[in-house]
């Protein structure tokens, strides 16, 4: 499973340390950057290592939104009142069941000091709202919608939209981890790139420093402080998602391709217990604003959520429940809607004067679009839709000529030039337990000793759902509680 | 998490030894004692230590169902071909997605001679068939399908009934242990009763002891050869089931309340690989003559599967799918067609001329069973069911009175009591990643020396999926393997 042993090197066996600090951090994504800028905010000396040749990692690829709420500077200016107890009412249903609480009310509680660090460190949040479920606003708005209107959470939680995207042309991730580049690089955290982590060294049961590979060598490093593993999920090691998701297996992977799972390993080889590790988002391969407008139907032409969820639980539900064998189902008012940059170059796959061709068409059972559109048009000419409870503003009877879109054909979002993600893209969020200060506990529920996480290594807020923004949230919302405490 | 550190104990802690023996077998179920039985066969001198007062574990509570084929007498007897490529097949869709093919491969070529073993050792099978889907049959006969003739199976492995089941009145588990219990009482092996393993002992990386307490006292093993824990599931460990598989939580568990995790802790805290820790058995309380021969719907009056599966995939799919807010519909016919004593008392919670008006008697959306049903008479008329395919032995449209059964409600077996298990009876199928011959593997994937494992703290067969009887099936295979390797 992993090209060499990942069990943890004794302190005795070290031949020599090439470079002693107060605290490692391993993985320069969002996660690690912000550990480290805490940690040498603190006052430590730090080395930030980097197995590939720059810093960003899967954070840099991602669209850069943020889960921030309980009344940030840009709720306010979008005329949006929030508090933290409705933020964690709407993140514990949304992330659950059986989320962590204490972590959850943390993040929630400094949520606001949180974003209000962000913008310090220089990250852009544009003061407007995206007004529409999308995975990426066309726009440079920096407000999104995660569903926070949409059945149950309205019930559970007053709504107010939480969906904090860094302003940029595109997808904001690269533009987050550009401004954290920049911090790190005026701080005085030494970066260390092109080395990986292969091993934790450990005095008794005290985790004292890592050893890396650097091209050729193999490199010491001693930690007066406490190591943290930053090193991201392990969606790009297939062995460990059949053994843990197996769900996922085959599926495309949403990460810089460096998620191979080897720091939960080290940990684990350390005696780190491990949460939810069949747990995983699901990007799935479909314009949201479309499948809002329409409905998004499975093999059998059947309804299965409300379409405007945030459009992951879509995707959860579809792969989990349906195997990815779904379609949006829509008209042409529906297809016309959605502005022209978000439709990602979607075009209908099928298109037919009447339900029962279209049905044909796709290799549906006789009936199955007539009864199930039937049923929504039925009562959508009330705005009612008693089925899945979507939003009234979305619902009205669609009608011929009907369209529908094969998701397993695959979108191509701008920013992933010709490659078309097949069904979805994943990224596993499971990962190493840890408590609220980012101590990586083991199976008796004890920190191990100067060991650290946070990211995507670790299972962080989540449970078994998602919420966009909840990784480069929690990622560096942890991280800098990480980093101070293997400072401290 | 645990009452007391799940951490090994060294070597050089050791006070002094209380026993000494060749193998030490931890949880007298089925796995335990085929594991003792087969050490002690192979000249091995073996204690087989058991927490409660007496022996018999989770195995004795269960249905006695053993999934074996590939031609055993009883299936000849019957008049069935099988061969062990169709087990395998069979198995691998329906245990999946990406089962352990070694352990599959194997536990199917090798099925006939694992059935004359149990045979030899007196576990008595009755060559007749029930031939409807059933949790257990109400006669006593010894073979039955496992949805193997359901699509998608029919169409994937050449169908054959292989669901073996422990000739009993009511629940065969408890016959089942009477016989190997029987067997460990003959033989050379040392019963030990009373005495919980806490700890294991390690000398380096190798186990070579546990720890127990007996009453007040706490005894010490040392095991020449090597220590095999058969210590069941972690169900009842409720802060387990959240951090692995939060879809369990707040379910009943099947098990004989022992099922606590801590023999899968202590293998992980000296190194041990897990897998597909969130996967379960869903026993629905459903009687699944009544199912078939109706139909089971979600919230919305829609059918999920076909109900001639092994009914512990409607469960899964029940569960993980609709949050077991489901419903058997069914009509005057179906209901009278089950006999008396397979309804385990079970009677519709709404009965209605009309399904306009069942709908409303259950609180469904307006029209949701009326679409629903009229797609399925309407394709019924014609014997087909090109939703969901079930067999057409199964299929007829369903005529007023119509009735409805809650699911959350519960049933209560005859060998349950009083108990009335809500919604479904769970148990976890994840645990210790072990290789054909029951070693426990590390992170790794390297044998744990001296360790070793079978039944349910293993992953077993299992990936995500659950047939009934590769429980027991596997346990006693897999468990006869890990003491022949222990002794040797």
Redesign the interface.
């Known amino acids: 499973?992993?090209s060499s042993?990942?069990?943890p090197l004794a302190l005795d066996q070290v031949p020599a340390f090439d470079h002693e600090v107060d605290v490692i951090v391993v993985g320069f994504g969002c996660a690690g950057a912000s550990a480290a800028l805490e940690a040498d905010a603190a006052g430590a000396s730090v080395a930030l290592l980097e197995k590939y040749s720059g810093g960003g990692g899967s954070s840099a690829l991602s669209g850069g939104e943020m889960y921030l709420g309980g009344g940030t500077a840009i709720q306010q200016a979008c005329g949006f009142d929030d508090t933290p107890e409705d933020m964690q009412k709407f993140l514990s249903a949304a992330l659950?069941?059986?989320t962590d609480q204490d972590k959850v009310s943390l993040y929630c509680r400094d949520s606001v000091e949180h974003f209000d660090w962000l913008v310090a460190q220089g990250v852009p949040f544009k003061p407007s709202l995206w007004d529409s479920p999308t995975w990426v606003p066309p726009t440079d708005d920096g407000l999104m919608w995660m569903g926070e209107r949409a059945h149950p959470f309205a019930g559970i939680a007053k709504p107010a939209p939480r969906g904090h995207r860094v302003t940029a042309d595109g997808f904001g991730g690269k533009v987050l981890m550009e401004v954290l580049g920049a911090r790190v690089a005026e701080s005085g955290v030494d970066v260390h790139t092109d080395t990986g982590v292969t091993q934790l060294i450990l005095d008794g049961d005290r985790v004292v420093g890592v050893v890396a590979r650097r091209f050729n060598d193999t490199v010491y490093y001693r930690a007066r402080g406490g190591v943290v593993l930053t090193t991201g999920g392990f969606g790009d090691n297939a062995e460990m998602v059949?053994?843990?998701?197996?769900?996922l297996?085959g599926l495309g992977i949403n990460s810089d391709g460096g998620d191979d799972g080897r720091g939960i390993?080290l940990a684990?080889?350390a005696?780190a217990?491990v949460?939810?590790?069949?747990?995983g988002q699901v990007g799935i391969s479909l314009i949201p604003g479309m499948a809002v407008r329409g409905m998004v139907v499975d093999a059998?032409g059947?309804r299965f959520i409300n379409e405007d969820v945030y459009p992951g639980l879509i995707g959860q539900a579809a792969l989990?429940?349906h195997g990815l064998h779904v379609w949006v189902i829509l008209d042409e008012q529906a297809y016309e809607e959605v502005p022209e940059a978000e439709r990602w170059g979607v075009q209908p796959h099928f298109v037919a004067e009447t339900l029962a061709e279209l049905e044909q068409e796709i290799g549906m059972?006789?009936?199955?679009l007539q009864?199930t559109v039937?049923?929504y048009n039925?009562?959508a000419e009330q705005g009612d839709d008693?089925?899945?409870h979507k939003e009234a503003r979305w619902v009205r009877p669609l009608t011929s000529p009907f369209a529908a879109i094969d998701v397993r054909r695959g979108i191509a979002p701008p920013e992933y030039g010709d490659s078309k993600p097949g069904g979805a893209e994943v990224f596993t969020t499971g990962g190493l337990?840890t408590n609220v200060d980012g101590a990586v506990l083991?199976?008796?529920?004890e920190p191990i000793p100067g060991l650290y996480a946070a990211g995507r290594a670790t299972s962080g807020l989540h449970?078994?759902g998602y919420i966009s923004g909840t990784s480069l949230g929690d990622g560096t919302f942890f991280g800098r509680r990480a980093g101070i405490a293997a400072a401290g």
Chains 1, 2 share one sequence.
């Open positions: 499973m992993f042993s990942v069990r659950g069941p059986d059949a053994q843990h998701a197996p769900q297996v390993a684990q080889a005696g217990a949460r939810h590790m069949s747990a059998n059947r989990f429940k059972p006789d009936g199955a009864s039937g049923e039925r009562h008693p089925y899945f337990r083991d199976l008796d529920d449970s078994w």
